[in-house]
């Protein structure tokens, strides 16, 4: 069965600083992976996703993330954090169950906290 | 943009009321679900549909309840609340073709039962 580990619950960075937050998963088979973004009392935005072909996959406001299947990470970055980056990310992977379908399995997420 | 809807983002309640926590959506998606969300904690399935008439539990188990009459509805009750239940509860769909397990969410409903 597939999993999702996010490193760290929470990150703090400064705004205008490197923002990058970590998932690794576990697959047996070829993923598809995802990145959700959740601000208070709201519902999951999807930021991006990897399904095939290149490895980097650009989302929402200026976040990135790599697929990179020999460390089975998919991390998520953005060069400069804005104070609006706030807010609580989940990294997910897709699980094919039959009759086609697709079950996401999240991580615990993490969350962002930007200082001015 | 994704159309799906959730009714009441908030409620308070006491035990043993029945509770019905609303999810529609106007994309016309066969398959829909309901997670629940504790904080700190990852996003459990509790249920899920396939389409209409069908309705199947999800990984964690849940006293609650849910139907699907029409493609749009998918609503989920629980006979009578107890503080155990207090959550966030989300409602979720997917497309009927090129599914990669993207899910759409609505905003999500809290309940807190006193």
């Known amino acids: 069965a597939q999993s999702v580990t996010q490193l760290g619950s929470h990150v703090s960075v400064s705004e205008g600083a490197l923002v990058l937050l970590r998932c690794n998963y576990s697959?047996?088979?070829?993923?598809?992976l995802f990145w959700y973004v959740q601000y208070p009392n709201q519902g999951l935005q999807l930021l991006l996703k990897?399904?095939?072909?290149?490895?980097l996959v650009k989302g929402i406001n200026g976040f990135e993330a790599e697929f990179k299947k020999s460390e089975t990470s998919f991390h998520l970055t953005k060069p400069s954090a804005h104070m609006s980056d706030a807010a609580e990310y989940f990294c997910a992977v897709s699980e094919r169950r039959g009759t086609g379908f697709q079950k996401l399995v999240f991580g615990t997420g993490t969350r962002l906290l930007v200082s001015p | 943009e994704a159309d799906i809807y959730q009714t009441p983002r908030y409620l308070v309640i006491g035990t043993g009321k029945k509770i019905t926590l609303e999810c529609s959506q106007t994309m016309g998606h066969d398959k829909m679900y309901w997670y629940q969300q504790d904080p700190g904690m990852e996003l459990h399935l509790i249920h899920y549909s396939y389409g209409v008439n069908s309705t199947e539990k999800g990984d964690l188990s849940s006293e609650s309840t849910v139907s699907r009459i029409r493609t749009e509805h998918f609503p989920l009750t629980l006979e009578s609340a107890r503080p155990s239940h207090t959550s966030q509860y989300l409602c979720?769909?997917?497309?009927?073709?090129?599914?990669?397990?993207?899910?759409?969410f609505g905003e999500g409903s809290r309940l807190t039962v006193l």
């Open positions: 697959s047996s088979v070829p993923p598809y």
């Open positions: 990897y399904t095939t072909g290149a490895t």
């Open positions: 979720a769909s997917t497309r009927n073709r090129g599914n990669t397990g993207e899910l759409f």
